[in-house]
């Protein structure tokens, strides 16, 4: 059996990938098309995320995955296994300890520092793609710097529901210009997209890569009158107490008694240890 | 709790393990070998290779070993194993005019040069369940009859005298590669035609099902249908000529379609184009069909709306390791999502209660 490159893929496909992700930190939140490969993983299960840290990862970086905020989530677990034998990178479950840290759906509660790199996991990267199906469409859309048709969404929503009716994938402005999409994350994790470490997002079978350079602007769409507002359950962490802490809920009995506890499972083992 | 989501390595590790197990089957039964697949479920390893975009009978085999004859599964450990290998370059255009013709068919004349040859075809046995298979039975010889000499011209190029059928005239450009770049669209026919003919042949006959159904009928006549052998040639630069590297075999598929002429073409018959490798005459025909439909721009044809003339939706639908991967994604745990749906519809619920009892305590 033929051994494998440096994390998987061959030098000349990161190197395309690479140049993706430099022209993404440039144009802060624009869509680059890139030349997504095959990956040994299905599409959809991360081949994006695993394509964009598998070309900026280095020996000497530090590795954590998680998706849903947790570290032993099977996907998760699948592409660490993924990248401990291809790359032979370290890897952590603790947010401070990791140089690369591959997301789907969270942003972890511990704040991000400087030369740390967030890796997220895109589905659809087209944050207008359920208003209109086109590619040719939607492109257009952004050069011309269109965005009428997500406002009237947001807009229907609310003479509609009384609210914004996206609770998560919550669309927003990057820098004044490009509507972002930022991937399946929960509404409460948009206010933390402005951070000091890289953010690069990844969709591998939608062929696009984008970035958020450190301290980029990133406004959660909203209008005057209906402000933007990062919701969570309504009650505190029932394993470590966090307050702040996105919750998920867990179905305890067979009555439907509910326990609410952090998504994020580095940060509620640290509190409940700091706790002990 | 967490019981569901949070197997970890331990549950991933037993589960391949049963997967083995499973895919062994009885034992008291012999294990399947690659070569019996490769020579006795040829389709099936044509498919594969097709879809694959790798012509290698043996590695298809193999997958469809693996992939429990699950054919999306074994075409999806080909695709992947390919993007590994290395390019060393790209071969000449092969040439199917010089093509070892196993079976060759045209629709549109009753004997034409080259003659009808039906091969190994399923199209005029009965379904009828052999029982006899079931038992092993030997198969008596074929009868054979020598080669014909010489190349078997295609049909269109007799219709081309006349000028009753369209030019393909040939491009020097080197076409694009959806391999290596990104898809951008509006793609050129070269394109949209890699992209047919590594499509999943489901969808790609159900699309040219729907134009057959009036979706943007095109009248499609199967001119010639033809399946055999061609050589690969690359030139090498070192040698500063070409050289035959080996051979695949391809099924060519090219409909002669009806058309009453438009603002810029006069009548004249129109082309639809199909070529899949191995013996895989469904998917040719059914390409053929459907790259007709998305000429419609080049050729001045009204844009009827149906899905087929739709290049956005065909292109981006028609492959199915993306399409399993991303419809079985949903697989995986949603639950952060899901969460922040459940607050919100918790939330809407609430105040159209109270609305709703507001509403209510004014009517009284």
Excluded at chain 1, 150 to 165: F, N, P, Q, T, W
């Amino acid at each position: 059996m033929q051994e494998y490159n440096f994390a998987y893929l061959d030098e000349q496909t990161k190197r395309m990938i690479r140049r993706a992700i430099l022209k993404g930190l440039a144009i802060p939140g624009y869509q680059v098309p890139f030349a997504s490969r095959e990956m040994p993983m299905p599409y959809g299960w991360g081949t994006g995320g695993v394509q964009v840290s598998a070309a900026v990862l280095t020996p000497d970086d530090t590795m954590k995955v998680i998706d849903q905020g947790a570290d032993d989530t099977t996907n998760a677990v699948s592409i660490r296994k993924f990248f401990e034998r291809t790359a032979g990178v370290a890897t952590t479950t603790v947010t401070g300890e990791a140089t690369v840290i591959q997301t789907r759906h969270r942003i972890p509660e511990e704040p991000l520092k400087e030369g740390q790199i967030l890796v997220y996991q895109v589905p659809i990267p087209e944050p207008m793609r359920f208003l209109e199906p086109r590619e040719t469409e939607t492109r257009k859309m952004h050069a011309l710097e269109e965005y009428g048709l997500m406002h009237v969404k947001l807009y229907e929503d609310i003479s509609r529901h009384g609210h914004i009716a996206t609770a998560y994938a919550y669309p927003v402005k990057v820098e004044g210009r490009y509507v972002m999409d930022p991937s399946p994350i929960p509404k409460f994790d948009n206010p933390k997209l402005e951070m000091a470490a890289i953010q690069l997002f990844g969709a591998g079978r939608e062929q696009r890569i984008y970035a958020l350079p450190p301290h980029t602007k990133a406004v959660s769409l909203d209008f005057e009158d209906h402000p933007f507002e990062a919701s969570k359950a309504d009650h505190p962490c029932g394993l470590c107490g966090a307050q702040d802490s996105y919750l998920d809920e867990v179905i305890v009995d067979d009555e439907g008694g509910r326990l609410f506890v952090c998504s994020d499972t580095d940060y509620c083992t640290h509190r409940q240890e700091a706790a002990r | 709790m967490y019981v569901a989501v949070k197997g970890g390595e331990r549950a991933i590790d037993n589960a391949h393990a049963w997967l083995a197990e499973e895919r062994r089957g009885d034992t008291g039964v012999a294990e399947l070998t690659v070569p019996q697949i490769r020579e006795q479920l040829g389709l099936a390893v044509n498919r594969v290779m097709a879809e694959g975009s790798l012509f290698d009978p043996d590695l298809a085999a193999l997958a469809i070993k693996q992939a429990r004859g699950d054919l999306i599964e074994a075409i999806f450990l080909i695709r992947a194993y390919r993007t590994t290998l290395p390019r060393f370059g790209s071969s000449l255009p092969i040439e199917t005019a010089h093509m070892a013709c196993d079976r060759r068919i045209s629709a549109t004349f009753k004997d034409l040069p080259g003659g009808q040859v039906l091969g190994p075809t399923f199209d005029y046995t009965h379904r009828l369940l052999d029982f006899k298979l079931a038992a092993e039975g030997q198969v008596p010889p074929a009868p054979v009859a020598e080669a014909p000499a010489g190349d078997v011209p295609h049909v269109t190029s007799f219709l081309n005298r006349e000028g009753l059928i369209e030019e393909a005239v040939p491009e020097d450009r080197i076409p694009p590669d959806l391999t290596r770049e990104p898809m951008e669209l509006p793609a050129d026919r070269a394109l949209r035609l890699q992209s047919l003919t590594r499509g999943d042949e489901g969808f790609v006959l159900g699309m040219a099902y729907s134009t057959q159904r009036g979706y943007a009928r095109n009248h499609a006549f199967v001119g010639e249908l033809r399946i055999g052998a061609v050589a690969v040639e690359m030139e090498i630069p070192e040698l500063g000529f070409a050289i035959e590297i080996g051979e695949v075999i391809v099924t060519e598929c090219e409909t002669v379609n009806q058309f009453k002429g438009s603002k810029t073409e006069p009548p004249q018959f129109t082309r639809g184009y199909g070529l899949v490798f191995g013996q895989t005459e469904r998917k040719a025909i059914s390409m053929a069909l459907v790259d007709r439909a998305l000429r419609w721009k080049e050729l001045g044809e009204d844009d009827e709306g149906a899905p087929a003339q739709d290049e956005a939706f065909v292109l981006y639908h028609c492959d199915n390791i993306q399409a399993t991967g991303f419809l079985e994604h949903i697989k995986l745990p949603h639950y952060v999502d899901f969460q922040s749906e459940l607050e919100l519809v918790r939330k809407l619920r609430r105040e159209a209660g109270a609305a709703f009892a507001a509403m209510q305590e004014a009517a009284e």
